[in-house]
Every structure is written in C-alpha cells, then in structure tokens.
C-alpha cells in the first residue's frame, strides 16, 4: 500500500540483545525523516504498551540519545513476552490492537524481535488486512539465538558470539594459569539451536579455546562426555576447559540440567541453567578433579561494551531498510540478511524482504554436518560462517570510565 | 646494597588480575635496560619453578610480545599457590632456592602478589640476609581483592572493579527490561574484603546500579536481607539488583553460602561460591518471586577488554619502579601506592617503598565507616576513592575481531 500517510509504531519484543536499540535508532532515525510519517511511537513493553495505549513520542528525544541507541544494550522502551491467542479462537486483542492503530492513525507498525515476536507480527499484519485496515508491517528479525528461519544470521548474534569467544580466551586464560589442573564448565544460552556456544569455536580459532564443545543439536551422552574430559585431563595435566549449552537433551531427549539436577533439587522442579553446576558435581564426583562451573548468564547477551561494530551497524540498517520498504508500499514482509561478497572476497551484508509468516515459529539450528562426529566440537565451516560478522568494535563513549548509555526521556504520547 | 652485578629473576604468584603481566611487563622492560643486570628470568609457576630450576629467558622474547603483555590477562609465566615453611621448621626450600640463586648468580628479585606472596618474599628476603647471600629483594603487589596492608589501593583491583561496575550497568538494563519483575542476585569475589562488591556503587553512582549492596565487613541478617529485597520489589515491580560478596557470613560467623547450602548438599561439603544460588533459592522460596542468580566468577579477574587504563599503567610502573629501586640498592621492601592530588586537584598515583614484613599476611578491609548504618550499601567516600582508579580504557588490539593476546616463546633458561 503506497503512500499511505500516517503514524509509525515502534515495538520491541523477547529477550534483550545488545544491539536491539540499534535496530530501534534505525527505524527512528529513518522515521523522523519520512514525510509520510506523520508521529514516531516507541511502544513500552512492546504488544503489551500496544494494548495499555502506552507508548512514547519519540520526537520529543534529544537526537543525540538516539545515536546512542546503537551502543545501548537491552531494549530501551521495555520488552514483553506476551503471546497473542489465534484471533479465530479470541479476537479480543487485535480488536483493541485496531482501536489504538485508528485512534492513533497508525499506519506503520514495526516489530523488533526473533521467533515469537515474530509470529506476533505475523498476526497483527493478516488481521490487519482480514479487516481491511491499511497499515504497512515489517518485523524487524532479533535474536542472540541467531534460529530465525530465512536468514543468514540475526542482529544480535555475533555481538553475544563476539562476547563468549572473548570471554572464553579470557576464561582459557585464567583457568589455565596454575601448575595444578581445573576443569572449567561453561554454559552458554541456546535451547535448541547452539549457534552461540558454537562460538566457543572462534575463541578456538585464536588458541584459546574449550577442548570441548556440546551443542543441543546432537543428543548428549553422559559417560561419552565423561570419557571426553577424562581424555583431555590425561594430556593436559587435568586441564580442560567445555563449552556447553543449556539446551543439551540427554539420549533419552530430557533436558540434562533437569534429568541430572532431578534428584538433588529440594523444590521439587528443576530449573534450567543450572547445567554448568550439574556437569561440575558429575565431573568431581566422577573423575575426581577439580571444577569450576561458570554460567555466561545475561552477560551474554547484554555485554554491549564488547559489541561486533558489524552486528550493530547491520541492526540499525536492518531498521532503517524496513521503514524505507514500508514508505515504500511494502508490507507483510519480514528483514532478513543475505550474506555476499564483493570482488575482492570481502563479506558484505544484504538487506532483503521475506513473506512474514515464513519466519513465524521456525527455527533453525546448526547444520549436522558442521558438529564434528563424535559431536564435540564444530568444523571449519563455522568459522567461516561466524568470523565475519563479529568484526570490529563499537561501544558506548566512556564517562567517568564507564558506558554512557542512552537516556531517553519517555514522554507518553497524547492525542 | 648497591652495584650488585648479576641476574634478576622475577615470578607471579595467587590468583591471576587483568594487568598482572602489565607489572611483569614493567619490571622486564626496565630489567633489560639496566647495566648491572646480566640475565632476566621469568620464574613458570613463580616460587614452584625457582624451586624446579625451571624458568624462561625474557631476553629471547619479542619486545612487541612484552609490551602486548601489558594488555594480557592471567599470569603468562604461570602462577602458584605453593607456601612455604617457616625457616625455623623446615629450611629445606630456602636452601634449594639459595642453590639455584647461586647457580645463576640471582642478585635481584622481584615477587609479584598479594599477601600470601608477600609473606613468601618476606621469608624468602629474610633468609637470604641470614645467610649473608647478596640480593636485593622487591615485592610488588597484586589483587584484584585491593586488601594488601599499606598501599593506598593494590594493582589488578580497579580493572576488576570496572568490570564489576560495567557489568552491572549492563545487567541492570537487561534485568529490568520486561513488564514483570526479577530479583537478580550478583555474586562478586572477596572472602574477607568487601572491595570488588562495594565497585556495585559505581555502577549506582551511574545511575544502573545494585539496590542492595553486601560486604563481609558486617555479619549478613538473612531476615534482614529478605526484608529490604522485599521493600525494594514492593516499591518497584518485583525488581531489584543484589549485589553481595562471597564472603559474608551470617550472625554467628559463618559463611552464609555453607550454612544455608549444607542441608542441600547431597556431596556431604558445601561449596563457596555458590551463595548467589543459595540466596536465590531463599527469596524465591519464601517472597515468591523470580530470581537470577549470577555468579561473576572468573571473568570478574580476567576481563582485561574492560580494564582501566589507570590500572594498567600503574601496575607497569609498580613494577618498573620496584626494579630502579633495586638497582638503586634498595631490598626488603614492597612497592606500595600513595594518593596525592595535583594542584588542579587531579588524583595522583605515587610509587612509594614500605618493609615487605609490614605487607605479610596483613588485610586492609574497607573501612566500617563507608558502609551504611543498615549493612545494605557503602556511602560517597567509596565512590570518591574508588572513581579515579577506573578511568580509561586500554585493551589489546584486535586481530580478525578478538583481542591479540602475548605470546610468549617460554624459552628456558640454561647457563
């Protein structure tokens, strides 16, 4: 729908990332300057601010915060992770959803986030257009997990890869440093797919790496695992750093962290990220050696001070390029990266639109053929997928020797 | 005693920092350059590699691989945990260590550690005085605990504390990003010393700190501590930061991570550092809310892409300074720092020497006075003292997008 004029909704949605502001300093930046645009919204809490009528006039933010967007981690306006029912089931929100779009004269609407967000986009946009309602959407793709279907990879990714290779060089580091061994466990987010503790590769790749890498792609055997650290212990003076993900499944498909920590949990019900402590107990107890258990917990996915500058440069330009679509008469799509390269063989990142419901709910995962076969460790192949998208740095300025994040002021929008 | 002529023999000890191969970098960079030193050794595993005859010869290694050393995490020649006897018990390793003196005609060394290993210099020190053999003796100091006796703050600690601000600031945004709560529980190193965990009020101080702050230096009140996490949840949707160090011992002296763990410790021992599920595990069970508990673990000591310029010059000019003072015929004595103020009222950073048996075995805990009345938070004085130690940055180059750490030959040295 070309030319349609009228106000732009922002909304950030799932887990934070550090570059997810730089999508949102994208789709403002962009916005602000299009004459068709009539108001820029920021929705606090994403869906969620929709519903409440709670969003900011991004106008009113000094420009100078905007630009530090890009270097801010987490989601600025407040996230959500609020699931819309099927509106053939319940259509009570996306009534509400069109009352604040007409009242608002909404007729941009932008969704930042990875899988479920998604699927959110996906349903606002086809009720949108059952109803008739002209609103051009474009979700913009976020995910540290990097398993949005279509894409080469997803903002977000190689900032949190970047963070746990340098980490673990670190880690490797440290761990290492005595005449007396420590096996060092370190657990990395990743329920499915395990793009990001594959990233203990590229720390690999500089020398300073996990001996062993385990991802929940591959079923995870125990006494394999067991003979695997024991076997790196007897040629390293029981040195042995793994890199591990949180979502590992044991032959029998449960969750490890929960069929290991079952017995000894006191409430009753087991938690996830615990595994790093699970695979510890079983270790010392097992092999008699010295552990250290060490979970990347949100620092993961927050660590903006170690920030790819590719990753943040390709989340603001993944904003900027949905808003130019959508001024464009674009609609029902989704951003998604192709991955090329020039004349000299140098990476260069495509923009490129996809139909919004090819990436609803679809994940995807490592390929097999890039896990070694024993599966404890991934091939060269990652590498070269990886290595390209964490190049550079970009951080906040220092005040005082700390981050100077973005300050927005928040102003509610009124009619 | 000064002209002394012969080599110089220096080695790290304890727990790794960020710019404990700064100092090293410092005292091997000046080492060379002085006439009256004929050889430079690097001790692998500090005392334990005297004690095997086994260190390197620096003068075989690149000056550009000892200068990038400066920005190089954990110790490169090794580290040990190794304490040795009185002489009056047991004079065995003295006698070895005099042997290999000897062997190599070692008239300068240089120990660099906290207080366990200026307790190791000391006696080393004192026995070779009592034995009439030449060598001038110099301490220089490390910890990220900032607890040695004398020195006004000790190297390795404001990077550590910058990381711990940075990290929280990051932490802070991601866990409060959601329009439901979460108590996020950081545990932070110091068995004794509160120094690492009161670097939280810097993050505060910027405004993305912890609500709750936790230091050994008072006993810990679990029914108090629950309280206040609940008064912050109540006036703040469910959200608070804690930042607590793995030192605190509750009302009747003991560690609060073993006396609440040890009913649920199926391996029959409790675990320091596992406070911060500990404490997770009792708001959940009786405030009922959401909890993350996070551990800082290593990355807090080894994070050298986040440490503080300041520091890693300082810890260079510690020890360059300890090796002029040698030269100059100084020994038996510990490079400690004095905090001045410029005329335009700019902090200062002085090399002073004091007696190494002052600095042995003695902690310097952070004043009760800068704590508050309730045991919750540190006061200005903190922030005063502790802000000029963090500015600048200073981090190793990139190289294909991660950090290009040192690489040491580790050439042995032979005569």
Chains 1, 2 share one sequence.
């Not at 819309?84 to 932008?110: G, H, M, P, Q």
């Not at 020797?401 to 973005?406: C, K, W």
Request: with cysteine; proline share 3%; hydrophobic share 40%.
């Amino acid at each position: 729908m070309k030319n349609l004029k009228g106000a732009c909704m922002f909304g950030q949605s799932g887990g934070p990332t550090s570059v997810i502001n730089s999508s949102a300093a994208g789709v403002f930046t962009e916005a602000l300057k299009q004459g068709n645009i009539t108001a820029v919204y920021g929705a606090e809490h994403g869906i969620v601010g929709i519903l409440n009528e709670k969003f900011f006039d991004i106008s009113k933010e000094d420009p100078k915060e905007i630009e530090l967007l890009k270097y801010t981690p987490s989601s600025a306006l407040g996230s959500a992770r609020y699931k819309l029912k099927d509106a053939s089931v319940d259509d009570s929100d996306y009534r509400r959803i069109l009352e604040v779009f007409e009242k608002y004269n909404i007729r941009y609407f932008f969704y930042n986030g990875g899988n479920d967000s998604m699927d959110t986009c996906n349903k606002i946009s086809k009720y949108l257009q059952s109803v008739g309602y002209e609103c051009n959407v474009i979700g913009v793709p976020k995910t540290i997990d990097n398993d949005l279907y279509g894409t080469d990879h997803c903002p977000g990714y190689a900032s949190a890869a970047k963070y746990i290779a340098n980490t673990i060089m670190e880690c490797n580091l440290d761990a290492k440093v005595y005449n007396f061994g420590c096996v060092c466990i370190m657990e990395i987010m990743g329920r499915n797919a395990g793009w990001l503790t594959a990233a203990a590769a590229l720390a690999g790749y500089k020398g300073l790496g996990a001996d062993l890498i385990y991802l929940p792609e591959v079923p995870f055997d125990t006494e394999k695992f067991l003979a695997a650290v024991k076997n790196v212990c007897e040629k390293n003076d029981n040195k042995c750093i793994v890199a591990v993900s949180e979502g590992i499944k044991n032959l029998e498909g449960k969750y490890v962290a929960e069929a290991e920590a079952s017995a000894n949990d006191s409430f009753g019900h087991a938690q996830l990220g615990g595994l790093a402590q699970v695979l510890a107990n079983l270790v010392k107890t097992r092999l008699g050696v010295k552990v250290r258990p060490i979970e990347l917990s949100l620092m993961q996915r927050c660590g903006a001070h170690l920030a790819s500058k590719t990753d943040v440069e390709e989340a603001f330009n993944a904003g900027a390029f949905a808003v130019k679509c959508a001024c464009e008469g674009e609609t029902d799509k989704m951003v998604i990266f192709e991955r090329a390269y020039d004349k000299d063989g140098n990476y260069v990142c495509k923009n490129v639109l996809m139909p919004l419901e090819l990436a609803a709910n679809t994940e995807k995962k490592v390929p097999l053929e890039w896990i070694t076969n024993d599966g404890s460790y991934v091939s060269d192949e990652f590498i070269k997928y990886a290595l390209p998208l964490i190049q550079g740095d970009a951080k906040a300025p220092l005040e005082e020797g700390l981050p100077r994040f973005a300050k927005l002021k928040k102003v509610y929008a009124t009619l």
